[in-house]
């Protein structure tokens, strides 16, 4: 029994989890441990091709989709959003993080492209959730893990710009709003729904044949059961395969909307680790694979958002380490995780890859300790 079963195993045992499926690969050497079951009640045996809401993990596929776009001219980094989103062309700011929200200066200037791939639109989740313009983001910005609980984008996005911005545009970086406004931002200026845009550019290409905001009728025997932790070291239910993602969603999350498999992912992390190119075909240019991967961030902006980084950095859809601060901390280790229990890191140093994904879900934004471990084994074994 290999170290990543072992790791595994043991938390299905202790009933942290139903089933796990964990991957390592190292250039072409894949191991792939799938442990447990699909359910709680043990009805189908987790496989390796078992589908899970991979959640925030979503994050890094908007980010390249976006950056396509950015390639062909058809939106500049420093272009304004506006230009596309013009609902978002005079946002105002609480003037301290502070600050009620009916106190507001107008932003000092627009918000960008660049903003929004680097999380730092001024809109977002700071580590401290209790401040008045955080409070009122929270009834916009809601539970990703529910998708259909969400608006059409147009109804989203004015909802949106009523909500004061907590930090000026490009001041601090903040977890979660950016990456659902990149997905609106790619259905505005390439006029094609965001699905349809991943499946053309990313999915087919690259065979991510399970990856979409939907799981059809003929998929979900191969779809988990969704639960969460109740506070009393049990699980409850929180969506089966017939719910949430039965249907494609009126508002396609570009920040935590997508289900995919441990396969599908490497396929993904194959396009970065190989400088965008995949196939024999080019998808993305060496460039934006580097600024996707790259530190965007000052030490104060990491520490705005140390709740969600512990001290690492933050590319475009993922986090950066940028220190060794724990065992699998490898400088340049580029990923990041999801709130329903997934994690995808790339070391592009060692053509690393790690996926983990379970369907337990996440309590707060600090990692889990089966996360750890799982980060700990790949780094180690």
């Known amino acids: 029994m290999s170290a990543l079963h072992e790791t595994l195993r043991r938390y299905v045992d202790d009933g942290t989890a139903p089933g796990a499926v964990g991957l390592v690969a190292r250039g072409d050497e894949v191991e792939v441990v799938a442990v447990g079951s699909r359910d709680a009640a043990g009805t189908a045996p ?19 989709a976006l950056l396509t776009l950015v390639e062909e001219g058809t939106v500049g980094l420093g272009s304004p959003v506006a230009e596309w989103l013009p609902e978002l062309a005079a946002p105002t700011v609480v003037r301290t993080p502070f600050a009620p929200v009916d106190d507001v200066v107008p932003a000092a200037r627009p918000i960008t492209v660049e903003d929004l791939l680097s999380s730092r639109p001024g809109w977002g989740f700071p580590s401290d959730f209790s401040l008045p313009a955080v409070q009122a983001l929270f009834a916009v910005q809601k539970d990703g893990r529910q998708p259909q609980a969400y608006p059409e984008p147009d109804v989203w996005l004015a909802d949106l710009a009523r909500v004061p911005l907590l930090y000026q545009p490009g001041e601090a970086w903040l977890y ?16 094609r729904a965001l699905p349809d845009f991943l499946a053309e ?30 506070g009393t070291g049990a699980l409850e239910l929180a969506d089966t395969p017939d719910g949430e993602w039965s249907g494609l969603p009126r508002f396609p999350s570009g920040g935590g909307g997508l289900v995919s498999t441990a396969d599908d992912w490497l396929a ?6 190989n400088g965008g190119e995949a196939n024999g075909r080019r998808i993305l240019s060496h460039t934006s694979v580097s ?25 475009y859809g993922g986090s950066v380490d940028v220190e060794a601060i724990d065992p699998w901390n490898v400088p340049g280790r580029y990923g990041w995780v999801g709130g329903t229990g997934t ?10 890859v790690a996926v983990l994904l379970t369907q337990t879900a996440m309590t707060d934004p600090v990692p889990t300790p089966l996360m750890r471990d799982f980060w700990r084994c790949a780094a180690t074994s």
């Open 176 to 191: 979660g709003t950016a990456s659902d406004l990149q997905g609106v931002l790619i259905a505005r200026a390439s006029g």
């Open 268 to 273: 993904f992390a194959r396009l970065l680790l």
């Open 46 to 64: 987790m496989t390796r091709d078992s589908l899970f809401r991979v959640a925030s993990i979503t994050k890094s596929v908007t980010a390249a």
């Open 201 to 230: 550019r990313f999915f087919e290409p690259l065979g991510m044949k399970d990856t979409a905001f939907e799981v059809p009728k003929e998929k979900r025997d191969r779809f988990t059961t969704a639960y969460r932790p109740d």
């Open 291 to 315: 600024r996707m991967t790259a530190n965007h961030l000052t030490s104060e902006q990491r520490e705005i958002g140390a709740l969600f980084l512990e001290g690492q950095g933050w590319g």
């Open 343 to 352: 994690t995808a890191h790339i070391v592009p140093r060692t053509g690393t």
